[in-house]
């Protein structure tokens, strides 16, 4: 079974763009997660003003990597470690 719970670490939302709790401890959370729209750019200016300046892309592409500097354009560093038909 799936259980949820509150992060033990901080949490930057894709859905909210700020740091969340408790909320993601239900399944309600996790449905508007994939119904509405990602707040990249919130959630990066989130983790920033936490004090992160890496970032790592685990995605295929490495897409976001490149945006992380556009969005926060200074003392930053994000590295996609994936590519696509690479294993």
Request: proline content about 3%.
């Amino acid at each position: 079974g799936l259980v949820f719970r509150e992060p033990l670490v901080p949490f930057v939302s894709a859905v909210t763009g700020a740091v969340v709790g408790a909320e993601v401890a239900g399944a309600g959370y996790w449905v508007r997660h994939v119904r509405e729209a990602v707040r990249f750019a919130d959630g990066l200016r989130a983790l920033h003003g936490l004090g992160v300046r890496r970032f790592v892309e685990v995605g295929p592409d490495g897409v976001l990597a490149g945006l992380v500097g556009q969005v926060l354009e200074s003392d930053v560093v994000a590295v996609a470690v994936l590519r696509r038909g690479q294993v």
